[in-house]
């Protein structure tokens, strides 16, 4: 077998039992990485070391690998005004939430006649919102629907985010102004000796 070193280094053509015997040499374990290869390639390692090794790698790994979540909303041609509002409120949010948002226009009957109307109502969607969301996908017609993917920015969310701090904040102050407060009573109290000297002193000087 072709045996390498700890470090990388190669050190050539080894019968299994002398290869073996140099990683045992060494307090290290041989390991076989390349069984198909010919020769079979070894390696000398701490063959614990490493396994911990790839599986922090693959730990951080999955850490960073964002799970990208797809909402829906869908709309008609028509909508009205309020229904408007409320439908780009759901987007807002969603995007806020850093999730993408595919939006659906279902076109009936005649309306699949008017195609445009949909595109149109789709592209001021996306101009309403494009401080937190952009197109990723633009409309495109799928059957008698028409879909347009918007994706967050780099804004989405981060108004929620100075939102929080400052809920945080403000209950911070609260309890410090409720501290305060509760330690107030021993200090007005401190004047009330000085108030009953006075008044025992009037008839005396009377």
């Known amino acids: ?16 039992d002398e290869a073996r015997e140099y990683a045992y040499g060494k307090n290290l374990d041989l390991v076989l990485v390349a069984a198909q290869a010919d020769p079979p390639v070894a390696r000398v390692m701490d063959y614990g070391k490493y396994k911990y090794e790839q599986e922090q790698k693959a730990k951080q790994a999955r850490k960073h690998q964002s799970q990208v979540q797809i909402k829906e909303i869908k709309l008609r041609p028509k ?26 226009i279902m076109f009936r009957g005649r309306e699949q006649q008017h195609p445009e109307r949909g595109r149109d109502l789709l592209l001021r969607l996306a101009e309403d919102v494009k401080e937190l969301g952009q197109i990723e996908s633009p409309p495109l017609q799928d059957g008698r629907n028409m879909v347009m993917v918007l994706g967050p920015t780099k804004n989405a969310g981060v108004k929620t985010d100075a939102e929080g701090e400052e809920i945080e904040r403000g209950e911070e102050a609260l309890q410090a102004d409720g501290q305060r407060q509760a330690a107030a009573p021993a200090g007005d109290a401190e004047p009330q000796p000085r108030e009953a000297v006075r008044e025992a002193e009037a008839p005396a000087s009377r």
């Open 1 to 16: 077998m072709r045996l390498i070193d700890e470090d990388g280094t190669q050190l050539g053509i080894k019968v299994t």
């Open 79 to 104: 909508i009205g005004v309020h229904d408007y509002e409320t439908k780009k409120g759901h987007v807002v949010r969603f995007l806020n939430q850093r999730a993408k948002v595919k939006v659906t």
